[in-house]
């Protein structure tokens, strides 16, 4: 049992289409009794003797976006771009956080922002309107992941400030981080538009 109530349950090989090219992963799956959430961590290689720092990427679950492919977001591109990097480097960490969905407000109410989004609101309005979290993510147990697997400082892949200052909260250090770019679309501009003036994300 680790921090936050999650436990490590089972581990095994997976092997990913990077690119093109099978890359093999070591797949451990963590699971909270009480509410009954799943997560899984992807580990490419192992740590080495030189203390190398593990390059780390937080992908919170967007079912549109990562399994459909959906243009409204760049979750699915900074997915892909996540999994490349990482699986290139010496060695890599990406964190799968399936509880996560719609930044934390899950799939229906974010199908339901997305229809005042066609109203012309933006991502952050609609989610006030909703009487929703503007961001519910907790990544208590993406910290917990980290030091279960033996990772207190990493190099993190994000573009998002917060989810630096959240790792600092829960004690993991974050020694470098690394910019995701692209992923832009005509119909994700004004999200990424917003993401950045609003939400104060590096970038884009
Ligand atoms: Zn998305």
Redesign the pocket.
Known sequence: MIANEYSRVAQTTLPLDIDGTPRSFLAYAYRRDQPGDELIALVHRAPDSQGTLPTVRLHSA?V??DALG?LR?D?GHQLNAALSIIAASNYGILIYLSTHEGRGIGLSNKIRAYALQDTGVDTVDANVELGLAIDARDYAGAAAVLHDLGAPSVRLLTNNPEKVRALHRFGIAVEDRILLTGGETPFNHQYLATKRSRMNHWLL
Do not use: A
Request: aromatic share 0%.
């Open positions: 967007c549109t976006g959906s977001c979750c």
